[in-house]
């Protein structure tokens, strides 16, 4: 099992940053693509960014591009999403996912939530226009 915990939401104001953190533990050496989703209320979860340990490659949705930076710290076993020039639109909980190497390889599709085998709680950010 690994168990992920994201800290890092609040409430910031449009056009500002903020920078989600999620730490994982447990058998953090399965895990082989970490990504992180978001869910606003009353719509469905979507896909966000993903990294992969292996190459430490990134791939972002197309909503975040340029202004959202996913990196990883291999060591501290912890994932980041650093977060500028906040819309209104970005307002949802965002929740940090990892998948096992053999999940993943089933489908490559990083931005499918059924790719991924662990979850974290989610963390609320909220931004004010």
């Known amino acids: 099992q690994v168990r992920l915990v994201e800290s890092g939401g609040g409430l910031v104001q449009a056009g500002g940053s903020l920078r989600l953190s999620c730490a994982a533990s447990?058998?953090?050496?399965?895990?082989?693509?970490m990504g992180w989703f978001r869910q606003a209320p009353g719509k469905e979860r979507e896909f966000v960014a993903r990294?992969?340990?292996?190459?430490?490659?990134?791939y972002y949705a197309d909503s975040v591009k340029g202004r959202f930076t996913m990196s990883g710290d291999n060591a501290k076993n912890t994932v980041y999403l650093q977060m500028n020039r906040l819309t209104a639109e970005d307002t949802a909980v965002y929740y940090c996912?990892?998948?096992?190497?053999?999940?993943?390889?089933?489908?490559?599709?990083?931005?499918?939530?059924?790719?991924?085998?662990?979850w974290g709680q989610g963390t609320q950010v909220t931004v004010s226009s």
């Open positions: 447990g058998r953090t050496f399965s895990t082989y693509v």
């Open positions: 990294i992969r340990w292996n190459g430490d490659t990134t």
């Open positions: 996912a990892a998948a096992d190497e053999g999940t993943y390889r089933r489908t490559y599709n990083s931005r499918s939530s059924r790719t991924y085998d662990y």
